[in-house]
């Protein structure tokens, strides 16, 4: 079951990628980042941080920052703390969703560790960027008129 788990995570990654399931965001070269402006607008976006481990995980795994607010196309930095309380190594792979699910095409990760495999020694703790921006196309689609919230949720998973 464990290996099944696993091997569905790069499954999992390219269908959200083909489909959008999930509030699947989008990558941002940092070019991009760096052409990026905030938009002109008294609309701040609370953006929301969560957290959770699979239950095999001996990990504590948590947001430094309940939440960030931000305007389309303000760049901004949040960071995770994962910390393996076992005593042993251990790898493990995050996925990642957003909520709600259609402000994904508008979500934007410059950087991110979700679907890279991180190996934590026996009680190591590291601190995990997330640097990202709302696009400034937000505010121009329809079905976002009433988001005023985002939710980024990642979920930890063993690995070996």
Not at 7 to 36: H, N
Not at 42 to 70: A, G
Request: proline share 6%.
């Amino acid at each position: 079951f464990l290996g099944l788990t696993y091997a569905s995570v790069p499954l999992y990654k390219l269908f959200c990628q083909v489909t959008g399931f999930g509030g699947t965001t989008q990558r941002a070269s940092v070019k991009k980042a760096e052409t990026m402006r905030p938009t002109e607008t008294d609309r701040m976006i609370k953006v929301t941080f969560d957290s959770n481990v699979s239950e095999i995980m001996p990990w504590k795994f948590t947001p430094q920052q309940q939440y960030v607010k931000v305007v389309p196309g303000e760049t901004a930095l949040a960071f995770y703390t994962a910390k393996n309380k076992s005593k042993e190594a251990i790898t493990g792979v995050a996925t990642y969703n957003v909520h709600p699910p259609l402000a994904g095409v508008h979500f934007n990760k410059i950087q991110c560790f979700c679907f890279e495999e991180q190996r934590l020694k026996a009680g190591e703790e590291i601190d995990m960027p997330v640097f990202f921006f709302i696009d400034p196309e937000f505010l121009d689609d329809p079905a976002m008129a009433k988001v005023n919230e985002i939710t980024l949720s990642y979920t930890f998973f063993k690995t070996d």
